[in-house]
């Protein structure tokens, strides 16, 4: 018998670190994200492969089912985060592999691992639907957090995402932007490490309840936008905001300067996406620059 799962991968339009102290944000899933298959075999073994988007295998291990031990790998960090994910989803749900006698499990992603549109978090969402456990407790348990990225990865329209009371509350609403032509998504050509950027923030010293209240009022104004230059005067809001804050330059006055649209960091800041707004020549300046991967708004949103 096989069990298939698939989750959407991610991206936060509004909301980057304020997120993790209660600031509404906006989150949206994307057209790419990750499958996970699970094959029932007879040997009393986990055999997990990974294949990326153009079909090449990354990763490869095997484990042990009683005991999750890792018998062989091909990377043994990503083996060992493998089997914590895998050993917290037990302590979750008791009976999650109790009655197995061995899986084959394949992971595929549709998007370069590099791009942070969520390899860790569709995978979280991924073995929580197959151990039927919460994945927010799992991602708590794991990676850690907000929790916006497993809200998308089970949503398929843009949500409000806030946590309250140690609650996250997901709002759908509408994917429809007047003005989405006008939007690109550019890769910086780095990944940034999420738990990196979250540790970064957690040191910096500032009122961090100001923030929170400026970038609520921020994203409540952003879905409610209907023109492109109002939408521009909250992407440079926000990014003072969060400039601020961290006591570094937003990605404009850093890298493009001289680029006549608005540029957003999403989620953390100095690598991954940005969200650029423009005409049909912005491609070409951020080609120009030896940005190759710019994705239009409509490309990108599920």
Not at 173 to 179: A, S, T
Not at 218 to 235: C, D, G, P, Y
Request: charged share 20%.
């Amino acid at each position: 018998m096989i069990h298939k799962f698939y989750s959407n991968g991610k991206l936060l339009l509004s909301g980057e670190y304020a997120v993790l102290d209660g600031a509404l944000s906006w989150a949206i899933p994307t057209k790419f994200g990750q499958y996970l298959e699970v094959t029932a075999i007879n040997n009393n073994q986990i055999s997990w492969k990974s294949i990326d988007e153009k079909s090449a295998l990354w990763f490869e291990a095997t484990y042990h089912l009683n005991t999750l031990e890792v018998i062989q790998t091909t990377d043994q960090e990503t083996s060992k985060t493998l089997q914590n994910i895998l050993q917290q989803s037990q302590k979750l749900n008791p009976d999650f592999l109790s009655n197995s006698k061995g899986a084959q499990v394949k992971t595929t992603l549709t998007f370069p691992k590099n791009w942070g549109l969520g390899s860790s978090s569709t995978l979280i969402n991924n073995i929580a639907e197959w151990a039927s456990v919460n994945p927010f407790k799992l991602l708590e348990s794991t990676f850690g957090g907000s929790g916006y990225d497993i809200a998308c990865a089970s949503n398929n329209t843009p949500i409000l995402f806030q946590i309250q009371d140690n609650t996250a509350e997901v709002t759908a609403v509408p994917n429809e932007i007047p003005f989405a032509d006008h939007l690109y998504f550019v890769y910086l050509n780095q990944k940034k490490n999420s738990r990196d950027a979250i540790s970064a923030y957690r040191k910096a010293d500032f009122d961090k309840s100001e923030l929170v209240s400026n970038i609520t009022e921020i994203t409540r104004n952003f879905v409610k936008a209907t023109t492109l230059s109002e939408f521009e005067t909250l992407i440079i809001k926000h990014e003072s905001s969060i400039s601020k804050a961290l006591d570094i330059p937003t990605v404009k006055a850093d890298l493009f300067s001289d680029f006549t649209g608005e540029v957003k960091s999403l989620g953390g800041w100095g690598g991954d996406f940005v969200l650029a707004t423009g005409n049909a020549e912005t491609p070409d300046y951020f080609k120009s620059r030896g940005y190759e991967t710019i994705i239009p708004f409509r490309s990108m949103i599920l």
